[in-house]
């Protein structure tokens, strides 16, 4: 709580606090081909369920427009960037896909 307490800011709106579990900055490496290759991988995989593919297009349309996301177009020296994927739950009777980012991959 400590840490939450004094690194807390609100910025454009939304809060910000700092790794709770860290001491300090995190070392965020640029991370850009690894979230690339993934990307890539992804898309080829949706290719192979055009129903997941359209419902996952949809959230991420939705992320980008309530900006809880940014497109990324080009890679810059130290970005990282975080990898996603869909994880698809048949038995639900509302949201059956969901986006799920990847917050242990780094390289």
């Known amino acids: 709580m ?3 307490r004094s690194t807390q ?3 454009n709106g939304r809060y910000e606090v700092g790794v709770p579990w860290k ?3 995190p070392d965020f490496s640029d991370n850009y081909d690894m979230a690339y290759s993934r ?3 992804l ?3 949706l290719k192979k369920k055009p129903r997941v593919a359209k419902a996952y297009n949809e959230i991420i349309l939705d ?3 309530q900006d809880y996301i940014k497109k990324v177009t080009k890679k810059t020296d130290g970005q990282f960037l975080r990898p996603h ?3 698809v739950n048949e038995d639900r009777t509302s949201t059956k896909v ?3 980012f990847n917050a242990v991959a780094n390289h």
């Open 2 to 4: 400590k840490i939450v």
């Open 9 to 11: 800011t609100l910025v």
């Open 23 to 25: 001491d300090g900055e």
């Open 39 to 41: 990307l890539q991988k």
């Open 43 to 45: 898309e080829s995989s």
């Open 63 to 65: 992320y980008l427009e």
């Open 85 to 87: 994927f869909p994880v």
């Open 98 to 100: 969901r986006v799920v």
